[in-house]
C-alpha cells in the first residue's frame, strides 16, 4: 500500500517549532513556523513532491506561530515565574488538570520507606504549574476540581510550559465537586483494583497498570524487572491498549451485523470512553487522537493509512497543548507508531518472502521495530540498553490483548455484577502472572541490560550507531562484518562476561552494597553461595540487586543493627528471595511502625526473629561475629533518632582477610561509650558509622586504626553525607576511603578493595 505523505512535513514543522521554542526560545518557534510557510509556499508554486503538502505545510507554519510559540512566549514572561524566583508563599485558586501521581520515596531514619506525597499538574488563570502535596489529602482528586491551595512557589523545570513548582503541606480548601465523567471513571478503576485482588500480590498490582496505567498497587520487583526487560511500556496506557479495544469492539459490532459506520461510530464512542477511563496522559491523547481519526475515515468510507493519522494526531496535539513536543510519553508514542507503519510492513513482506509465515514475521517485525525505534529515546532517559526487550516483547505478546480485554470488562461490571468481575480478574490471572514470568525471566538473563551514555548525546550516539548498522546492512560485505562482530562478541565478550565475570572478584571476605542513602554488608562464609547480610538498605531492589550479582541465595543469618528504614526497608525482598535462616535484632524496638514491619515480615516468611546481645559470637566456616555493643535490656519507647542510632548493634567480624567493624549508625555518646569501656576496636576494614556524618569521633576512628574506611552512602543525598569533617578525619588516620555513591559495590578482597564501578543514579534522575 502506497503512504500518503502530504501532512508528515506539517506535523515535523510543528512539532519541531514546539521543541525548539521550549528547549530554547519563543522566537525560535516563529522561525520554524516562517520557515514553514515560505516552504509551503514553495510546494505549491512549483508542484514539488510530496504531492498536495504546500497547503498543509503553510496551514502548520501558521500554527507554529500561533498558537505554539505565542503560548510558549506567555508561559516564559507569567509572572508567576518571578515570584517563583523570591520563593514567595501564595494562595492560589487551581484546577487540577491529571490525576494525582503518586510519588515513591526511600525511607530514612524514622520515616518510613513507601508514598507520602504526590505531584498533581494544575493551572491558575492560564498558568501551568506542579503541586508538591501530602499524599493524606490530595491523592483523592479528580481531573476538573477547583480548589485553593495555600503553599511556597519554587521553580520548575526548564524546558516546560509548567512556570512554577508550588509546595504545599496542608490540606487544599474551598474544593469544588468533580465532574460527573471523572467521578464514574475513578469509580471503574477503584472497581479494578478490588477485583484484581483476587490474585496474588504481583498479578492484582499488574492488572489495573496494564488496563488503566495505574501502577500504585504494583510490586516494586515486577517493575524493576519490567524496565530491566524493556516491557515498561506496558504499564503505560498507549495506542496498543486502545488499538486492542477499538478491535474488539469492531469485531463485536460486526457480529452484530452494524455497518462500517455504525461500527465505527461505536468504536469512536468506546475510544473517548476509554481515554476518560484512563486519563489525559500524552501518550493516550495521542493515540485516542490518531484512533479518532482513523475511525472517522471509516466512518466516511474513506479508509486511508495510519500515517496521515499519526501526523493529523501530532499536528492536533502540539498545536493545543506545544508540551507534548517535549513529552518523553509522547515521543516514544509517536516513534513506535511510526515504525510500526513505515517499517513493519517491509519486514513482514522480506520475512514472507523467505517462507516465514505471515503470522510469525508479524510477531517478530512489530516489537523488534517498536523496540529499535525508542531505544535511542529510551537509551537517553535512562542510561541503558536492553539487549533482551525484543525476545521478552514477543514473548509476552500473545496473552496482552486477553488479560486488557478481561480486565476492562471486569472494571466494566464491577459496579453491577462483583461476582462476574471476581471471574473476569480470575480469568486474567494467567495471562498476567505469564508476564510477570517472562518480566522476571528476561530481566534475570546475565547481560540482559547494556549500560549506556545518558542523555541527548547517548540517545544521537545510539542513533548513529543504528544508522550505520542499517547502512551497512545494505552492503555484502559491511553484513559479513557486521557476522563477524557479533560472533566475537558472543564468542568472546560473553563469555567473559558471563562465565568469567569481573564482579564479585575472588576471594571477597565483605562487600559494601550501593543501596543509596542506606547500609547493607554482605559477609562471606567459606561455603558458596553463603553469606550473612547486616542491614538491607532503605528499598527492595537494590539489595537484591547487589545479592544477585554476588550469587549469595542462602543467608543463615540477617542482622539488622537498628530499625531505621534505611537499614530495614529492604527486609521483604531478602525474605522473599532468598533462603533465610533467621533475622536478628538488637535491645532497640524503636521506631514502633518498624518493629511491627519486621515482625510481620518474618512471620509471613515463616522466618524466626531473634535478638542478639552484647558479649555474643556467632560462627560459621570460615567467618565468626562478635557483638561488641549495645548493652542494656530491651527499648521500645525511643523516639529521638540520635537515641536509636547509638541503639545500633556493633559487630566485629573475623573474615579470611582480616577483621571488619561494622559500626551501624552509631554516633558520638555510643562512640564515647565504646571508647571507655575499653573495647578493643581495631579492624582491619571499618564500616564509618552513620554515612559519614559529622557526628564521628576523631579518637573512634584512631582507635580502630583501619586501613579500609567503608562508607555507604547515597548519591546526591540531602544530608551532607558524607561529612568533608569525617572524610578529614578518615584521610588523617590513614584509612582508604572508598564511597558507594562514587564506587558502587565495594568488596573487601585480600589487603585492599575492588569497587564494581557503577554506583547508582542519584534520586531523580
Given at each position: 500500500?502506497?503512504?500518503?505523505?502530504?501532512?508528515?512535513?506539517?506535523?515535523?514543522?510543528?512539532?519541531?517549532?514546539?521543541?525548539?521554542?521550549?528547549?530554547?526560545?519563543w522566537v525560535l518557534a516563529v522561525v520554524v513556523g516562517g520557515v514553514g510557510v515560505v516552504g509551503g509556499a514553495?510546494?505549491?508554486?512549483?508542484?514539488?513532491?510530496?504531492?498536495?503538502?504546500?497547503?498543509?505545510?503553510?496551514?502548520?507554519?501558521?500554527?507554529?506561530?500561533?498558537?505554539?510559540?505565542?503560548?510558549?512566549?506567555?508561559?516564559?514572561?507569567?509572572?508567576?515565574?518571578?515570584?517563583?524566583?523570591?520563593?514567595?508563599?501564595?494562595?492560589?485558586?487551581?484546577?487540577?488538570?491529571?490525576?494525582?501521581?503518586?510519588?515513591?520515596?526511600?525511607?530514612?531514619?524514622?520515616?518510613?520507606?513507601?508514598?507520602?506525597?504526590?505531584?498533581?499538574?494544575?493551572?491558575?488563570?492560564?498558568?501551568?504549574?506542579?503541586?508538591?502535596?501530602?499524599?493524606?489529602?490530595?491523592?483523592?482528586?479528580?481531573?476538573?476540581?477547583?480548589?485553593?491551595?495555600?503553599?511556597?512557589?519554587?521553580?520548575?523545570?526548564?524546558?516546560?510550559?509548567?512556570?512554577?513548582?508550588?509546595?504545599?503541606?496542608?490540606?487544599?480548601?474551598?474544593?469544588?465537586?468533580?465532574?460527573?465523567?471523572?467521578?464514574?471513571?475513578?469509580?471503574?478503576?477503584?472497581?479494578?483494583?478490588?477485583?484484581?485482588?483476587?490474585?496474588?500480590?504481583?498479578?492484582?498490582?499488574?492488572?489495573?497498570?496494564?488496563?488503566?496505567?495505574?501502577?500504585?498497587?504494583?510490586?516494586?520487583?515486577?517493575?524493576?524487572?519490567?524496565?530491566?526487560?524493556?516491557?515498561?511500556?506496558?504499564?503505560?496506557?498507549?495506542?496498543?491498549?486502545?488499538?486492542?479495544?477499538?478491535?474488539?469492539?469492531?469485531?463485536?459490532?460486526?457480529?452484530?451485523?452494524?455497518?462500517?459506520?455504525?461500527?465505527?461510530?461505536?468504536?469512536?464512542?468506546?475510544?473517548?470512553?476509554?481515554?476518560?477511563?484512563?486519563?489525559?496522559?500524552?501518550?493516550?491523547?495521542?493515540?485516542?487522537?490518531?484512533?479518532?481519526?482513523?475511525?472517522?475515515?471509516?466512518?466516511?468510507?474513506?479508509?486511508?493509512?495510519?500515517?496521515?493519522?499519526?501526523?493529523?494526531?501530532?499536528?492536533?496535539?502540539?498545536?493545543?497543548?506545544?508540551?507534548?513536543?517535549?513529552?518523553?510519553?509522547?515521543?516514544?508514542?509517536?516513534?513506535?507508531?511510526?515504525?510500526?507503519?513505515?517499517?513493519?510492513?517491509?519486514?513482514?513482506?522480506?520475512?514472507?518472502?523467505?517462507?516465514?509465515?505471515?503470522?510469525?514475521?508479524?510477531?517478530?517485525?512489530?516489537?523488534?521495530?517498536?523496540?529499535?525505534?525508542?531505544?535511542?529515546?529510551?537509551?537517553?532517559?535512562?542510561?541503558?540498553?536492553?539487549?533482551?526487550?525484543?525476545?521478552?516483547?514477543?514473548?509476552?505478546?500473545?496473552?496482552?490483548?486477553?488479560?486488557?480485554?478481561?480486565?476492562?470488562?471486569?472494571?466494566?461490571?464491577?459496579?453491577?455484577?462483583?461476582?462476574?468481575?471476581?471471574?473476569?480478574?480470575?480469568?486474567?490471572?494467567?495471562?498476567?502472572?505469564?508476564?510477570?514470568?517472562?518480566?522476571?525471566?528476561?530481566?534475570?538473563?546475565?547481560?540482559?541490560?547494556?549500560?549506556?551514555?545518558?542523555?541527548?548525546?547517548?540517545?544521537?550516539?545510539?542513533?548513529?550507531?543504528?544508522?550505520?548498522?542499517?547502512?551497512?546492512?545494505?552492503?555484502?560485505?559491511?553484513?559479513?562484518?557486521?557476522?563477524?562482530?557479533?560472533?566475537?562478541?558472543?564468542?568472546?565478550?560473553?563469555?567473559?562476561?558471563?562465565?568469567?565475570?569481573?564482579?564479585?572478584?575472588?576471594?571477597?571476605?565483605?562487600?559494601?552494597?550501593?543501596?543509596?542513602?542506606?547500609?547493607?554488608?554482605?559477609?562471606?562464609?567459606?561455603?558458596?553461595?553463603?553469606?550473612?547480610?547486616?542491614?538491607?538498605?532503605?528499598?527492595?531492589?537494590?539489595?537484591?540487586?547487589?545479592?544477585?550479582?554476588?550469587?549469595?541465595?542462602?543467608?543463615?543469618?540477617?542482622?539488622?543493627?537498628?530499625?531505621?528504614?534505611?537499614?530495614?526497608?529492604?527486609?521483604?525482598?531478602?525474605?522473599?528471595?532468598?533462603?533465610?535462616?533467621?533475622?536478628?535484632?538488637?535491645?532497640?524496638?524503636?521506631?514502633?511502625?518498624?518493629?511491627?514491619?519486621?515482625?510481620?515480615?518474618?512471620?509471613?516468611?515463616?522466618?524466626?526473629?531473634?535478638?542478639?546481645?552484647?558479649?555474643?559470637?556467632?560462627?560459621?566456616?570460615?567467618?565468626?561475629?562478635?557483638?561488641?555493643?549495645?548493652?542494656?535490656?530491651?527499648?521500645?519507647?525511643?523516639?529521638?533518632?540520635?537515641?536509636?542510632?547509638?541503639?545500633?548493634?556493633?559487630?566485629?567480624?573475623?573474615?579470611?582477610?582480616?577483621?571488619?567493624?561494622?559500626?551501624?549508625?552509631?554516633?558520638?555518646?555510643?562512640?564515647?561509650?565504646?571508647?571507655?569501656?575499653?573495647?578493643?576496636?581495631?579492624?582491619?576494614?571499618?564500616?564509618?558509622?552513620?554515612?559519614?556524618?559529622?557526628?564521628?569521633?576523631?579518637?573512634?576512628?584512631?582507635?580502630?586504626?583501619?586501613?579500609?574506611?567503608?562508607?555507604?552512602?547515597?548519591?546526591?543525598?540531602?544530608?551532607?553525607?558524607?561529612?568533608?569533617?569525617?572524610?578529614?578525619?578518615?584521610?588523617?588516620?590513614?584509612?582508604?576511603?572508598?564511597?558507594?555513591?562514587?564506587?558502587?559495590?565495594?568488596?573487601?578482597?585480600?589487603?585492599?578493595?575492588?569497587?564494581?564501578?557503577?554506583?547508582?543514579?542519584?534520586?531523580?534522575?
Open positions: 500500500m502506497r503512504l500518503d505523505w502530504r501532512l508528515v512535513p506539517g506535523a515535523l514543522a510543528v512539532w519541531l517549532a514546539g521543541l525548539v521554542g521550549l528547549l530554547g526560545h514553495v510546494f505549491l508554486r512549483r508542484g514539488l513532491r510530496p504531492s498536495g503538502a504546500g497547503w498543509p505545510l503553510v496551514v502548520c507554519g501558521v500554527l507554529a506561530i500561533c498558537p505554539i510559540a505565542w503560548r510558549v512566549r506567555e508561559a516564559a514572561v507569567d509572572p508567576l515565574r518571578a515570584e517563583a524566583a523570591r520563593a514567595a508563599v501564595v494562595e492560589l485558586r487551581v484546577e487540577v488538570g491529571e490525576r494525582p501521581r503518586r510519588v515513591k520515596a526511600s525511607g530514612f531514619g524514622a520515616m518510613p520507606s513507601g508514598v507520602r506525597s504526590v505531584v498533581i499538574p494544575v493551572t491558575a488563570e492560564g498558568s501551568r504549574l506542579l503541586v508538591f502535596a501530602p499524599v493524606e489529602q490530595w491523592a483523592d482528586l479528580l481531573p476538573g476540581q477547583r480548589l485553593v491551595a495555600r503553599g511556597t512557589l519554587g521553580a520548575a523545570e526548564p524546558g516546560s510550559l509548567t512556570v512554577a513548582v508550588l509546595r504545599v503541606r496542608g490540606p487544599p480548601s474551598e474544593v469544588s465537586a468533580a465532574p460527573g465523567w471523572q467521578v464514574a471513571a475513578q469509580s471503574l478503576r477503584d472497581g479494578l483494583r478490588v477485583a484484581a485482588s483476587v490474585l496474588d500480590d504481583e498479578a492484582a498490582g499488574l492488572l489495573p497498570a496494564l488496563v488503566v496505567g495505574d501502577t500504585d498497587g504494583m510490586v516494586q520487583s515486577v517493575e524493576d524487572d519490567f524496565r530491566a526487560a524493556g516491557m515498561a511500556h506496558l504499564l503505560a496506557v498507549s495506542g496498543a491498549n486502545l488499538a486492542i479495544v477499538c478491535v474488539c469492539v469492531l469485531f463485536l459490532a460486526r457480529l452484530l451485523r452494524a455497518g462500517p459506520r455504525g461500527s465505527a461510530v461505536v468504536a469512536l464512542a468506546v475510544l473517548v470512553g476509554y481515554v476518560v477511563l484512563v486519563g489525559p496522559e500524552p501518550s493516550v491523547l495521542r493515540a485516542g487522537v490518531m484512533g479518532a481519526v482513523g475511525l472517522l475515515a471509516l466512518a466516511l468510507g474513506r479508509e486511508r493509512s495510519a500515517l496521515p493519522a499519526l501526523a493529523a494526531a501530532v499536528i492536533a496535539l502540539v498545536a493545543v497543548d506545544p508540551a507534548m513536543a517535549v513529552s518523553f510519553g509522547f515521543v516514544l508514542s509517536v516513534l513506535a507508531t511510526a515504525a510500526l507503519v513505515l517499517v513493519v510492513p517491509g519486514w513482514v513482506d522480506r520475512l514472507a518472502r523467505r517462507r516465514v509465515p505471515r503470522l510469525v514475521a508479524e510477531a517478530v517485525a512489530v516489537p523488534a521495530a517498536a523496540h529499535l525505534a525508542t531505544a535511542p529515546v529510551v537509551a537517553g532517559m535512562s542510561g541503558q540498553v536492553s539487549l533482551v526487550a525484543v525476545v521478552a516483547n514477543l514473548v509476552a505478546a500473545p496473552v496482552v490483548a486477553p488479560a486488557t480485554v478481561l480486565g476492562l470488562a471486569a472494571a466494566l461490571v464491577m459496579p453491577v455484577l462483583p461476582w462476574l468481575a471476581e471471574w473476569l480478574a480470575r480469568f486474567a490471572g494467567p495471562p498476567v502472572g505469564w508476564l510477570v514470568l517472562v518480566g522476571g525471566w528476561a530481566a534475570d538473563v546475565p547481560g540482559a541490560v547494556l549500560d549506556w551514555p545518558s542523555g541527548w548525546w547517548g540517545g544521537v550516539a545510539l542513533v548513529l550507531l543504528l544508522g550505520c548498522l542499517a547502512v551497512g546492512s545494505r552492503y555484502r560485505r559491511a553484513r559479513v562484518a557486521m557476522a563477524l562482530g557479533v560472533i566475537g562478541v558472543v564468542l568472546v565478550l560473553l563469555p567473559i562476561r558471563v562465565l568469567a565475570p569481573g564482579w564479585p572478584p575472588a576471594g571477597w571476605a565483605a562487600v559494601a552494597c550501593d543501596v543509596g542513602q542506606g547500609d547493607a554488608v554482605v559477609l562471606s562464609t567459606a561455603d558458596s553461595g553463603r553469606a550473612v547480610l547486616v542491614d538491607t538498605g532503605p528499598d527492595p531492589a537494590p539489595v537484591r540487586e547487589c545479592l544477585d550479582r554476588l550469587e549469595v541465595r542462602q543467608l543463615p543469618l540477617v542482622i539488622l543493627s537498628h530499625l531505621h528504614a534505611d537499614h530495614v526497608g529492604g527486609l521483604a525482598s531478602v525474605l522473599a528471595d532468598r533462603s533465610v535462616g533467621a533475622v536478628a535484632v538488637g535491645p532497640g524496638r524503636a521506631p514502633e511502625w518498624a518493629w511491627r514491619q519486621v515482625r510481620r515480615q518474618t512471620e509471613a516468611a515463616s522466618v524466626p526473629l531473634v535478638s542478639v546481645a552484647e558479649g555474643q559470637r556467632l560462627a560459621w566456616p570460615g567467618l565468626s561475629v562478635e557483638v561488641l555493643a549495645p548493652r542494656g535490656k530491651e527499648v521500645r519507647a525511643e523516639s529521638d533518632g540520635t537515641a536509636i542510632n547509638n541503639r545500633s548493634v556493633v559487630l566485629r567480624a573475623t573474615t579470611r582477610t582480616g577483621r571488619v567493624l561494622l559500626t551501624g549508625d552509631v554516633e558520638l555518646a555510643a562512640q564515647a561509650d565504646l571508647l571507655a569501656a575499653g573495647v578493643d576496636l581495631t579492624a582491619e576494614v571499618v564500616k564509618v558509622p552513620h554515612h559519614g556524618s559529622r557526628y564521628t569521633a576523631p579518637e573512634f576512628m584512631a582507635a580502630v586504626r583501619a586501613r579500609v574506611a567503608l562508607v555507604s552512602v547515597g548519591a546526591g543525598n540531602r544530608y551532607g553525607h558524607p561529612s568533608p569533617r569525617t572524610l578529614d578525619v578518615l584521610t588523617w588516620t590513614g584509612a582508604r576511603v572508598v564511597r558507594t555513591d562514587l564506587q558502587g559495590d565495594s568488596a573487601v578482597v585480600g589487603s585492599g578493595v575492588v569497587v564494581r564501578g557503577q554506583p547508582r543514579s542519584p534520586p531523580g534522575r
